[in-house]
């Protein structure tokens, strides 16, 4: 989440309601994210590579890609240019192609939406076809997505078990409270032995950008342990969505951190490993400095 909180900062108070300054700052309309998805799950099942780079923004591209093979081993694929991202789909279409997908969960935001769906997806060369189940949080801007930050565990059919999800959901209230605090050991607790991480935040009319990469849990305690500078003076929920192999929070936030002030717009994927705990973090943030 690249920041702490302190043990005093107010949760939800008035600094929120009366902020908002990451959306009035955007040029989106309250369907923008809607409608630049909704133009890229049309062009995904194309199969066609300049057809889907047609709706990939130019403001930024930031795709994280988490994948589970069959054995359980875990993959990260990033790509942070519109290079990259060419050759992301490039080779994606030689692997497989998209023959339709199947819509399960969404929320819906102006800048981003999260999609979990299962795909019909035919195999090459093997020529087998098959179904993938992903989850996906595509932060979106004007002229397209910015990317996608993707979760596909290995496929498998269980039967809903209420339980494992609030399983889950008592393990995000665990590592909230602890990232509330700056408690990153209890926040790495809540992690597997296996970790990675992804966390990107770009200033919305500014050139700030940073994005930090954890693959091992050292560098995901490097990572979280950096950001204890930062205050949380404010925060909200906005969005929470739990299942068995995902949780999903965004958040609207009030930093301070060495004398300067920002607003943040933070939408965060926990992947669910094998053993219950979670892989790491996920997550895009949009930001405006507030003085």
């Known amino acids: 989440m690249l920041l702490s909180a302190s043990a005093g900062g107010v949760i939800g108070g008035v ?20 409608d630049r998805v ?38 990260l694929r990033l790509e942070v240019d519109r290079a990259g991202v060419q050759r992301f789909y490039e080779d994606r279409v030689r692997a497989e ?19 979990e769906s299962i795909g019909d997806i035919y195999r090459m060369p093997a020529g087998q076809r098959g179904h993938s189940r992903v989850a996906v949080v595509f932060p979106a801007w004007t002229d397209g997505i910015i990317g996608e930050i993707l979760w596909e ?19 995000l209230d665990v590592f909230e409270a602890a ?12 992690t597997g032995d296996e970790t990675f991480g992804v966390m ?28 204890a500078s930062a205050r949380i003076a404010d925060l ?16 609207r936030l009030i930093i301070e951190q060495a004398g300067r002030r920002a607003e943040r717009e933070l939408a965060l994927m926990l992947p669910v490993g094998r053993d219950g705990r979670f892989i790491g973090e996920f997550s895009y943030a949009l930001e405006v400095g507030l003085g």
Request: glycine share 6%; no cysteine; hydrophobic share 40%.
């Open 153 to 171: 565990p290995h496929f498998t059919e269980p039967r809903p078990d209420w339980r494992v999800e609030a399983q889950v959901a008592d393990r």
């Open 97 to 115: 192609l998209i023959e339709a997908a199947h819509g399960l969960k969404k929320v819906q935001a102006p800048w981003y939406s999260l999609n």
């Open 38 to 75: 909704r133009e890229h799950g049309g062009s995904e099942t194309t199969n066609d590579v300049a057809t889907i780079m047609a709706t990939i923004s130019h403001w930024d591209q930031h795709f994280a890609v988490l994948t589970e093979a069959q054995d359980g081993t875990l993959s």
């Open 179 to 190: 990232w509330r605090t700056g408690d990153v050991e209890t926040m790495l607790e809540q």
């Open 236 to 251: 909200a929920l906005t969005n929470r969505v739990v299942t068995q192999f995902y949780a999903f929070a965004s958040y």
């Open 15 to 34: 600094l929120i309601e009366e902020s908002f300054s990451v959306l009035r700052a955007l040029p989106h309309g309250r369907q923008t994210a809607r």
């Open 200 to 227: 990107r935040v770009a200033e919305v009319g500014g050139d700030r950008r940073e994005r930090t990469v954890a693959r091992s849990r050292a560098e995901l305690r490097a990572a979280w342990t950096a950001a």
